[in-house]
């Protein structure tokens, strides 16, 4: 089976730290890039971030440049997302996606295939 | 960035009916549109992508069509499993590549 497994999420305090961690499995991790994306409490998807197959490239949204960063280990097949200086805005469930292929390679700009179960962070004082 | 913009927020069907959900892009996409369905308390999961394709395992009664900057979800008769938050997503001009708003379907 395909999987998908977040871990790392929790209640933090505003300008604070986390580090969120995606285990997958099932597939062949490094042909696939992988995406976080997250969803604020009653609110809609937001793209957050997303790194290449080989961690070659890395893009990010507006709301987050410069405080969280992505990463990965093909070795480990894991993705991991660095949060710091966290605001209450960031407070979601954040999920991390595949992206699909095409065509054989794995551009980053696809919809995402596979989903996983999310991991909670709540940023409150 | 593009925005996406679904419609309407929530739509009341009755079991057995056609249910018709929207998105509107603020410049053409081409074809690169994909579709997601997430129910309560659950991640989103891919129902439709370029377009009109089905993903692996979603029930023929779900189908999409359009392109440019105009896209729809049919969902041909409605099923009680089929409450859900649905989402347009596209992915042709990027980054990022951006969500709709969402479309809450629920049973009349």
């Known amino acids: 089976d395909v999987q998908l497994l977040e871990s790392g999420g929790g209640l933090v305090q505003p300008g604070g730290s986390l580090r969120l961690s995606c285990a997958a499995s099932?597939?062949?991790?490094?042909?696939?890039?992988m995406a976080w994306v997250r969803q604020a409490p009653g609110k809609g998807l937001e793209w957050v971030s997303v790194i290449s197959s080989s961690s070659g490239a890395t893009h990010y949204g507006d709301t987050v440049k410069g405080r969280l960063t992505i990463s990965r280990d093909n070795t480990r097949n894991k993705v991991d997302l660095q949060m710091n200086g966290l605001r209450a805005e960031d407070t979601a469930v954040y999920y991390c996606?595949?992206?699909?292929?095409?065509?054989?390679?794995?551009?980053?700009?696809?919809?995402?295939?596979?989903w996983g179960k999310g991991a909670t962070v709540i940023v409150s004082s | 960035e593009v925005v996406m913009t679904q419609s309407p927020a929530t739509l009341s069907v009755s079991p057995g009916e056609r249910a018709t959900l929207s998105c509107r892009a603020s410049?053409?996409?081409?074809?690169?549109l994909a579709w997601y369905q997430q129910k309560p308390g659950q991640a989103p999961r891919l129902l439709i992508y370029d377009v009109s394709t089905r993903a692996t395992g979603i029930p023929a009664r779900f189908s999409g069509s359009g392109s440019g900057t105009e896209f729809t979800l049919t969902i041909s008769s409605l099923q009680s499993e089929d409450v859900a938050v649905y989402y347009c997503?596209?992915?042709?001009?990027?980054?990022?590549?951006?969500f709709g708003g969402g479309t809450k379907v629920e049973i009349k």
């Open positions: 099932g597939f062949t991790f490094s042909d696939y890039a």
């Open positions: 996606a595949r992206l699909s292929r095409v065509y054989g390679i794995a551009p980053l700009g696809r919809y995402m295939d596979v």
């Open positions: 410049q053409s996409v081409s074809i690169s």
């Open positions: 997503q596209q992915y042709n001009n990027w980054p990022p590549v951006t």
